[in-house]
């Protein structure tokens, strides 16, 4: 078992811890713990204090154990030992670099040490331990990219030249990257692998076209199995470095190496990218990632409150699904502003003490509501089609959907009783009425449909 390894389990016990206890409490525990030493069934541990050993003892210390051992099953036991702030922070800096970088040393690269490797200027970047496949949630908008990254990651030869993913912000890309590499060092932790940022690459390049250093640089590309390029859309308008980002594709490529390309646009919607630079980065596989759905939404929502323990109830994941709609960013950053705040007051999580912490965020989000949104908000709510809130069609399963949009269309906005009936598919001004009255009455009878109505209203308003 090399230190490499090691270090790698460390990280992925930090992950698993991460998700289930929350960012904070791992920030504040976890985080300023170091992996020390192994003897074959003992993992120490250095710990900046004799308070934080304490506490951790009490609180985390067997699933700490657990997890190692699920990792590294001659783990018996977990240790700790208190180290002076300073000692750890040194070697903090040295550990990170190892494990969180390029993490295997070329194998081709025999006379370089793997800190000969790091030292010409942390080429790499550092991989997130958080960003697994199992920690992906799949759905409909990012299913095919999600399949062809765990292809990638599982084929022993290279099964399409580059794999191009590309979507907007915040939607997976980089932890996709991140996915694959990680489930290719666990596969087969003697392959290079190295992820970088586009930008990152274009100023190592240029750098070392203006030291005249190029053969170098080429070098380090030359020994590495796989090769991710996060974000290439900066490459563009570069004529020179273009160029040879060109020629150094061309010859991975060609050596058969894998290339895996990540970009907010198409190859073929990059904007000052060469023609043949583009058709090249079209042979492979182009994957896009979609924007999310409400269903993917909610899915992402459920499964990180799952690993938080947070005892969320399903209306606040649903009303967060329906009103944070940008990204997946934005969404895991609401749940995190939601879940610290529960935790901080120790009170019960309900849609109000949500609405009142997002409070800025939903006035951002914030629009005036019309009757078209009101309309597709809750068709999406009760699974019809928005065309049903027109049509003629009677049965209750549409007809009720129909007259709470009536219904809300005549609380949230200032429309008037024939204009709703005329964006109701022309019906008139009385149906609206009686469409009001109903759920009115029904608001007092039935609580669970008065929830909706009162969902519903609350994710329309903001
Ligand atoms: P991009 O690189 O496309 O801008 P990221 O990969 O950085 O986006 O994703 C932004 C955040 O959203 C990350 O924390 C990531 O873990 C999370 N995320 C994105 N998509 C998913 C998903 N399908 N399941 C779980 N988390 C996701
Ligand atoms: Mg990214």
Known sequence: MDDRQLETQWYRVCSRLRTEIGDSAFENWVKPLEFSKFDGSEVNLAVPSRFMRDWILANYLDRLKELWNGENSSVQSVTLSIQPASAVVNKSENQNKQARTVVAPPPEANTKTPSDWHSGGHIAAPLDPKFTFDQFVVGKPNEFAYAAARRVAEALSVPFNPLFLYGGVGLGKTHLMNAIAWEILERDPTRTVMYLSAEKFMYRFVRALREQNTVDFKEQFRSVDVLMIDDVQFIGGRDAT??????????????????????????????????????????????????????????????????????????????????????????????????????????????????????????????????????????????????????????????????????????LTSRSLPEIGRKFGGRDHTTVMHAVKKVDELRDIDSSFAEDVELLRRMLEG
């Open 242 to 411: 273009q160029e040879e980002f060109f020629h150094t594709f061309n010859a991975l490529v060609d050596q058969g190496r894998q290339i895996i390309l990540s970009a907010d646009k198409s190859p073929s919607d990059l904007e000052g990218v060469e023609d043949r630079l583009k058709s090249r980065l079209n042979c492979g596989l182009v994957a896009d990632i979609h924007a999310t759905t409400y269903e993917l939404r909610l899915a992402i929502l459920e499964s990180k409150a799952e690993k938080m323990l947070m005892d969320a109830p399903s209306k606040v994941l649903e009303f967060l699904a329906h009103k944070i709609t940008a990204n997946v960013r934005e969404l895991e950053g609401a749940l995190n502003r939601v879940a610290a705040h529960t935790q901080l007051v120790g009170r019960e999580l309900t849609l109000e003490t949500c609405q009142e912490v997002l409070h800025d965020l939903l006035r951002a989000n914030d629009r005036r509501v019309t009757i078209e949104e009101i309309q597709k908000r809750v068709a999406e709510h009760f699974n019809i089609r928005i065309a049903d809130m027109h049509s003629a069609r009677r049965a209750r399963s549409v007809a009720r959907p129909r007259q709470v949009a009536m219904y809300l269309s005549k609380q």
